[in-house]
T-cell receptor, first 114, second 116 residues
Framework: AQSVTQLGSHVSVSEGALVLLRCNYS??????LFWYVQYPNQGLQLLLK??????LVKGINGFEAEFKKSETSFHLTKPSAHMRDAAEYFC????????????FGTGTQLKVEL | KAGVTQTPRYLIKTRGQQVTLSCSPI?????VSWYQQTPGQGLQFLFE???????NKGNFPGRFSGRQFSNSRSEMNVSTLELGDSALYLC???????????????FGPGTRLTVL
């Protein structure tokens, strides 16, 4: 069975600082990995996804993530945080042949301070 | 293109009642998945429907059921509601290519169910 672990349920950064949200996965087969963002009272929006085409994945709003098989990690980064980045971020995994079943991490609440 | 719509957005029920939630996917999408989001358990997969057939099922009791219609709209039903069923229920649609795990899923805003 696949799973993801997000380290840090709350992360606080200053505006303009680097954002680093951590995600480690566990999977017996090559996974597909996703980062979603959820703003208050809204559904989830896809930031980016890893589908084995390239290990460094660029997404929307200036976010990117690097797939590291040796570390079983897929951390999300953004060079410079914006106030509008304050939201909850979820890492998720799905498997080939698994249809559209996503297994989510517990989420990381990102706070951006002036 | 219109996004995924869910109705109603908010719902209050009492224990023992049943409830039906509705989801209209993006036009052309044939896959609809349902997720439950709670503060304690996080986001959990309920089930997925593709072309009117349940393709995947999560680890939820039989009180949770769903169906999909020929126009891809989906409903989920929860019978004999319990306090613990209070949650945000999210619906997601995708093109749902068979066997492919990397389809982008587009989420609706959710239905907030409160069970008293």
């Amino acid at each position: 069975a696949q799973s993801v672990t997000q380290l840090g349920s709350h992360v606080s950064v200053s505006e303009g600082a680097l954002v680093l949200l951590r995600c480690n996965y566990s999977s017996s087969v090559p996974p597909y990995l996703f980062w979603y963002v959820q703003y208050p009272n809204q559904g989830l929006q896809l930031l980016l996804k890893y589908t084995s085409a390239a290990t460094l994945v660029k997404g929307i709003n200036g976010f990117e993530a690097e797939f590291k098989k040796s570390e079983t990690s897929f951390h999300l980064t953004k060079p410079s945080a914006h106030m509008r980045d304050a939201a909850e971020y979820f890492c998720a995994v799905s498997l080939t042949g698994g249809g559209n079943k996503l297994t989510f991490g517990t989420g990381t609440q990102l706070k951006v301070e002036l | 293109k219109a996004g995924v719509t869910q109705t109603p957005r908010y719902l209050i029920k009492t224990r023992g009642q049943q409830v039906t939630l509705s989801c209209s996917p993006i036009s052309g999408h044939r896959s609809v998945s349902w997720y439950q989001q709670t503060p304690g358990q996080g986001l959990q997969f309920l089930f997925e429907y593709f072309s009117e057939t349940q393709r995947n099922k999560g680890n939820f009791p039989g009180r949770f059921s769903g169906r999909q219609f020929s126009n891809s709209r989906s409903e989920m039903n929860v019978s004999t509601l319990e306090l613990g069923d209070s949650a945000l229920y999210l619906c997601a649609s995708s093109s749902g290519l068979a066997g492919v795990g990397y389809n982008e899923q587009f989420f609706g805003p959710g239905t907030r169910l409160t069970v008293l």
